[in-house]
């Protein structure tokens, strides 16, 4: 089976910053239709399923203002640079929940929406944490509370959980039997 790929013409810079690199790529298709196509890359992000005994989840209520709705999500965030991928998942729980992790192990990783969007995502999970002095960032959450698993399904089902990541990680969860 031959195999033909869109043929990449030239890409030009629209904005960039820590955060974003957007562009504008002109491309052509196998048949000769040629177009262009916005592209976005962003760091590679790093959440954390973390679990209980009672296998709980570890979920932060906050407000996401691009969608001005109110939802249910796992700790995360960016990866600084060449920082180990599960020590900045770990980080991340701990600054924006104030447990810290007892272990991590990888679980999945994803690309979100790979028709527009290069942002590498990989999910970490705990089993256990601790609760640290350190209390949470004011800025990332409203409330954090630990969740029972078929209740998160739940949550997905009913609209409070809607970012990629937690509905990966919950379902991933529920596969493995976790």
């Known amino acids: 089976m031959s195999r033909t790929q869109w043929t ?3 890409e030009r810079l629209v904005d960039e910053n820590r955060h974003i690199r957007l ?3 002109d491309v052509e298709l196998p048949d000769g239709v040629r177009f262009t196509q916005y592209v976005a890359r962003m760091p590679r992000c790093a959440m954390t399923l ?7 989840a570890l979920l932060m209520y906050r407000h996401r203002f691009i969608i001005d709705r109110w939802v249910w999500e796992l700790p995360g965030g960016y990866v600084d640079g060449a920082e180990d991928v599960a020590l900045a998942a770990a980080r991340e729980v701990e600054e924006e929940t104030g447990w810290r992790p007892r272990t ?4 999945v990783t994803y690309q979100p929406a790979i028709g527009t969007l290069d942002q590498p995502q990989q999910i970490y999970l705990a089993h256990g944490a601790d609760l640290t002095d350190n209390p949470p960032d004011i800025n990332e959450a409203e409330q954090i509370d630990w969740i029972p698993l078929p209740e998160a399904i739940a949550m997905i089902d009913r ?9 990966v990680a919950l379902y991933r969860a529920l596969s493995l039997s976790l």
Do not use: D, F, P
């Not at 973390?50 to 709980?56: A, S």
């Not at 991590?104 to 679980?107: A, K, V």
């Open 8 to 10: 990449i013409h030239g």
């Open 104 to 107: 991590m192990e990888h679980l």
């Open 50 to 56: 973390v679990l209980n005994e009672k296998r709980e």
């Open 23 to 25: 562009s504008t790529v």
């Open 159 to 167: 609209g409070e959980i809607v970012g990629a990541a937690t509905v």
